[in-house]
């Protein structure tokens, strides 16, 4: 179907049973949001809100919700998208089967912006912030946001919409210091397209002027989130993937989406900043509240019936993780393009994707090597750590595919090749004093902190305990110690105070180690706060290990050592503990929880839903 507009999907998805209206009235105020992570936790369809409180707009959520229901909106448009994005990253496919490829260039023009000398749009009427659904996620969150804009820019010095920037960056609408229907914040960080335009303006002593989209046929809002191709812009994937035009026309010297059911317009001006934040986001903890962009509001818009969409961040999976997946099936092996050599790169959701990737490598420059050890994988490591949102991670784990076959999906599998063969004492790489990504605050303030890349190759140097070393057991330095899988084992500690009695608990712990003797089954070893928390699942190990640890700082060893300034050690301890300087977790209201069964029960708009208590 190629929707024109936000409604053509949501009947769309209606006639085939992939959404359900809500009929009661819900409340923007903490219980859209409860009700959309329950549904989707449940892998429940999209939603409708027909009544919001306090506005008269409705509002849709979990439309990309799972990849199936993605794939179904844009199944007359999916094949023929990655068709295009493929011979962007391989013209010669073309070459090589000019039949199958004869329909590119049809839809490579129909995904041309189209402009409109119209001027606003009749079925828009000028509306107030204070008019739109003004949903509130979290409990701590600082205000009310826009969690999927499309946010429009065009670069200052040479304006136009092929050289334009379509990102999505959170919006605060309330809250805080912004006066009401004056002014919103915008979440970005300066590397951002959107970043690089307000540099430039800022540099010409101009205000840079932003459009921010909200609705519209669904591809609009897939596009922001793109990494696309060099040379291809958001504005022409959204009518690629939508099968229409990007329709735009300007008013007062600002970018019109045509088809958006919300347009908010305004201006950055050079240096101007408020406090935004705290908001709940995907790593499943708060992002604290710092000075970002405040965008003065020159104008709002909405479409005759426009319907406001949102999602819903915190501790995946949430919707989000169900759009990086669709993301991963649309670009296929656009990293293999990139990277030469790599065959997998994998940021692992469970784990806030940032902080930790899996990769699997070539390693052809090890049949002139006497000892078999990483050397391409170590090259494309920094390829990888120095690419794009790649080079937020903080961990990265890398081997080399030999003699069988293996992938980045398959975690206990992956990190058991990792583990058999990995030499602590030469396989370990840090990155010091280095850049982070904003949302982490395991690090050294914002957006500092350190990497480290974990390499392998080659037979197995040990086999891993399957179950708690007696070493481990008898230590009483060590509390509750449970197997999280072959090689790892999470320990208890005290409640972590600072570093220096932190580096003091740990030489202790390995002292004691030592004097048991050789633990090589157990590679290794995570302290934690709550040993039986971690254990549970792999994706609690994930989690609390990746997302509450900066390595250089909450890396240890047993034995370790320099030699020509690289560390290494006998087992590798990592601190996993809750730091005083980390934000907090993200922790469902309980009373917001309990006023949201209404919904579920027999009679109710979501009675068919089976639900399940929340992980958080």
Request: charged fraction near 20%; hydrophobic fraction near 35%.
């Given at each position: 179907m190629n929707y024109?507009?936000?409604?053509?999907?949501?009947?769309?998805?209606?006639?085939?049973?992939?959404?359900?209206?809500?009929?009661?009235?819900?409340?923007?105020?903490?219980?859209?949001?409860a009700i959309h992570m329950k549904v989707f936790e449940a892998g429940g369809p999209a939603l409708l809100f027909e009544k919001v409180k306090g506005s008269k707009f409705r509002a849709v959520s979990n439309l990309f919700g799972t990849v199936e229901r993605s794939k179904f909106i844009f199944r007359d448009t999916w094949e023929s998208t990655q068709n295009v994005i493929a011979l962007r990253n391989n013209p010669m496919k073309a070459l090589k089967n000019?039949?199958?490829?004869?329909?590119?260039?049809?839809?490579?023009?129909?995904?041309?912006?189209?402009?409109?000398?119209?001027?606003l749009p009749a079925a828009f009427q000028e509306i107030q912030i204070s008019d739109l659904p003004l949903i509130k996620h979290w409990p701590e969150d600082g205000g009310a946001f826009i969690t999927l804009p499309q946010v429009y820019s065009e670069d200052p010095d040479k304006p136009g919409i092929m050289n334009s920037n379509l990102g999505m960056y959170r919006v605060q609408l309330s809250g805080n210091d912004y006066e009401m229907n004056r002014e919103v914040g915008i979440h970005y960080q300066i590397h951002r397209g959107i970043g690089v335009h307000q540099d430039k303006a800022n540099k010409q002593g101009k205000p840079l002027k932003v459009s921010i989209f909200i609705g519209g046929p669904p591809a609009n809002t897939l596009s922001a989130i793109m990494p696309l191709p060099e040379g291809m812009s958001e504005l022409t994937f959204a009518g690629l993937l939508s099968g229409r035009h990007f329709r735009y026309s300007y008013v007062d010297g600002f970018?019109?989406?045509?088809?958006?059911?919300?347009?908010?317009?305004g201006e950055i001006h050079p240096e101007e900043t408020k406090p935004e934040g705290p908001f709940g986001d995907h790593l499943g903890y708060y992002s604290l509240t710092h000075p970002f962009p405040v965008m003065r509001v020159h104008k709002v818009y909405a479409r005759q019936g426009a319907i406001f969409p949102f999602t819903v961040v915190g501790r995946p999976p949430q919707e989000d993780t169900a759009f990086g997946a669709l993301i991963h099936e649309l670009t296929g092996?656009?990293?293999?393009?990139?990277?030469?050599?790599?065959k997998e790169v994998h940021a692992l959701d469970a784990a806030g994707v940032h902080p930790l990737l899996f990769a699997i490598g070539k390693e052809r420059y090890t049949p002139y090597q006497q000892i078999k050890q990483p050397a391409e994988i170590l090259t494309m490591a920094n390829r990888i750590l120095g690419t794009g949102q790649l080079s937020l991670a903080k961990y990265l784990?890398?081997?080399?595919?030999?003699?069988?076959a293996i992938s980045t999906h398959h975690v206990e599998d992956f990190l058991t090749y990792i583990l058999e063969r990995i030499d602590l004492r030469r396989d370990i790489h840090f990155y010091t004093n280095t850049t982070l990504d904003t949302l982490d605050y395991s690090g050294t303030g914002l957006n500092t902190g350190s990497k480290v890349v974990?390499?392998?190759?080659?037979?197995?140097?040990?086999?891993l305990c399957t179950e708690v070393p007696n070493q481990l057991k008898e230590l009483k330095e060590v509390a509750n110690p449970r197997l999280v899988m072959p090689g790892i084992v999470v320990i208890q500690g005290p409640k972590f105070t600072n570093y220096t009695e932190a580096q003091q608990e740990i030489d202790a712990l390995s002292e004691a180690i030592r004097e048991q003797g050789q633990l090589t089954t157990?590679?290794?070893?995570?302290?934690?706060d709550d040993s039986s928390f971690i254990s549970a699942t792999v994706d609690n190990f994930l989690w609390a290990t990746f997302t509450r640890s900066n390595p250089s700082h909450d890396i240890y060893g047993v034995n370790s050592s320099f030699e020509n300034k690289h560390w290494g050690c006998d087992n590798v301890i990592i601190d996993a503990r809750v730091k005083p300087h980390q934000a907090p977790p993200l922790i469902p209201d309980?009373?917001?929880?309990?006023?949201?069964?209404?919904?579920?029960v027999k009679g109710a708009s979501l009675g068919g839903i089976h639900t399940r208590t929340s992980k958080l």
């Amino acid at each position: 179907m190629n929707y024109r507009n936000i409604e053509e999907c949501v009947n769309d998805l209606e006639k085939h049973g992939h959404l359900v209206r809500i009929n009661e009235e819900v409340d923007p105020e903490l219980e859209m949001a409860a009700i959309h992570m329950k549904v989707f936790e449940a892998g429940g369809p999209a939603l409708l809100f027909e009544k919001v409180k306090g506005s008269k707009f409705r509002a849709v959520s979990n439309l990309f919700g799972t990849v199936e229901r993605s794939k179904f909106i844009f199944r007359d448009t999916w094949e023929s998208t990655q068709n295009v994005i493929a011979l962007r990253n391989n013209p010669m496919k073309a070459l090589k089967n000019p039949l199958k490829y004869i329909g590119i260039g049809l839809s490579a023009r129909r995904a041309l912006p189209l402009k409109s000398m119209g001027g606003l749009p009749a079925a828009f009427q000028e509306i107030q912030i204070s008019d739109l659904p003004l949903i509130k996620h979290w409990p701590e969150d600082g205000g009310a946001f826009i969690t999927l804009p499309q946010v429009y820019s065009e670069d200052p010095d040479k304006p136009g919409i092929m050289n334009s920037n379509l990102g999505m960056y959170r919006v605060q609408l309330s809250g805080n210091d912004y006066e009401m229907n004056r002014e919103v914040g915008i979440h970005y960080q300066i590397h951002r397209g959107i970043g690089v335009h307000q540099d430039k303006a800022n540099k010409q002593g101009k205000p840079l002027k932003v459009s921010i989209f909200i609705g519209g046929p669904p591809a609009n809002t897939l596009s922001a989130i793109m990494p696309l191709p060099e040379g291809m812009s958001e504005l022409t994937f959204a009518g690629l993937l939508s099968g229409r035009h990007f329709r735009y026309s300007y008013v007062d010297g600002f970018c019109i989406s045509n088809d958006a059911d919300f347009v908010i317009t305004g201006e950055i001006h050079p240096e101007e900043t408020k406090p935004e934040g705290p908001f709940g986001d995907h790593l499943g903890y708060y992002s604290l509240t710092h000075p970002f962009p405040v965008m003065r509001v020159h104008k709002v818009y909405a479409r005759q019936g426009a319907i406001f969409p949102f999602t819903v961040v915190g501790r995946p999976p949430q919707e989000d993780t169900a759009f990086g997946a669709l993301i991963h099936e649309l670009t296929g092996d656009a990293i293999q393009q990139e990277i030469p050599g790599v065959k997998e790169v994998h940021a692992l959701d469970a784990a806030g994707v940032h902080p930790l990737l899996f990769a699997i490598g070539k390693e052809r420059y090890t049949p002139y090597q006497q000892i078999k050890q990483p050397a391409e994988i170590l090259t494309m490591a920094n390829r990888i750590l120095g690419t794009g949102q790649l080079s937020l991670a903080k961990y990265l784990f890398i081997t080399a595919e030999e003699k069988r076959a293996i992938s980045t999906h398959h975690v206990e599998d992956f990190l058991t090749y990792i583990l058999e063969r990995i030499d602590l004492r030469r396989d370990i790489h840090f990155y010091t004093n280095t850049t982070l990504d904003t949302l982490d605050y395991s690090g050294t303030g914002l957006n500092t902190g350190s990497k480290v890349v974990f390499a392998a190759v080659g037979d197995p140097k040990r086999e891993l305990c399957t179950e708690v070393p007696n070493q481990l057991k008898e230590l009483k330095e060590v509390a509750n110690p449970r197997l999280v899988m072959p090689g790892i084992v999470v320990i208890q500690g005290p409640k972590f105070t600072n570093y220096t009695e932190a580096q003091q608990e740990i030489d202790a712990l390995s002292e004691a180690i030592r004097e048991q003797g050789q633990l090589t089954t157990c590679p290794m070893i995570i302290l934690a706060d709550d040993s039986s928390f971690i254990s549970a699942t792999v994706d609690n190990f994930l989690w609390a290990t990746f997302t509450r640890s900066n390595p250089s700082h909450d890396i240890y060893g047993v034995n370790s050592s320099f030699e020509n300034k690289h560390w290494g050690c006998d087992n590798v301890i990592i601190d996993a503990r809750v730091k005083p300087h980390q934000a907090p977790p993200l922790i469902p209201d309980p009373e917001v929880e309990k006023n949201i069964e209404r919904l579920f029960v027999k009679g109710a708009s979501l009675g068919g839903i089976h639900t399940r208590t929340s992980k958080l």
